[in-house]
């Protein structure tokens, strides 16, 4: 057996997940429909193939059903995965919440609250953007709108609002239970809410929080940093 320093092995981890990804992506018409053209987004760019192709069906089967509703981002950052979204709903109105800021030190202290401890790095992470950044990265800007400051505070004056499909990437506890007090009973039928980093102890520990308290279930995937999917 060959014996590799710590750091040596988690590179050669990385390239090798790199590798899966690729695969999957050059295969990734005969891994789902292999016929049906529509809805499909190019995912070349996508660094998580399981967690973006399966945004691309969910968003064609809410579009195949006509679910009704808009779509909504809980933590856009530069607007990656929201881009993607924004593509596959080219007809929906689009909320982008986000401080643009970085985390606020309210949602900073639940961590700590709850026993999760917030790295200095983390906490001056998230910073590098702005809303014409957001933006510039979006097929359709005219659908978006948006939710500059804190979430859920941003969220006043949407109550009556329903949603077909909601991503929550704020990876902290304290926004991403409150985005799903607010999302779940304004999701439609047939819609889905997706949850980033519940691999993680913050979001995956309000994700169980809230799962627990309203009977909700979740399927979690085996993707890079385990997104938990409900549908309604
Ligand atoms: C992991 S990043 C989002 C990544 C993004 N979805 C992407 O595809 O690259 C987390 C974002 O959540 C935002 N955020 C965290 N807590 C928030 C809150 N309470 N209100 C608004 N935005 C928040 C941060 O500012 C940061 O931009």
Redesign the pocket.
Known sequence: MVWYPKTDMKDRIKRFAHCVNKILLRHHLALTETRDQRGRIDLADSLDYIRYATLERAAYEVNLRKVRGDIA??????G???AKMNQLFPDREFYL???F????ER?IAVETQNGIKTLDKHREA?RD?SEEKVLGVMAHPRNCVIKKG??PETAKGLENKRFAFVSL????W??TYNGLKFFYPRLEKGGYIFIHDCAGSNAGGALRKFSQETGVPYLMLPDAYGTAVIAK
């Open positions: 981002e809980v933590g856009v950052y530069q990656r995965f929201a919440f986000d401080t800021e970085g985390f606020d949602d998230w953007t804190y979430f990437d704020a990876d902290l304290e926004p």
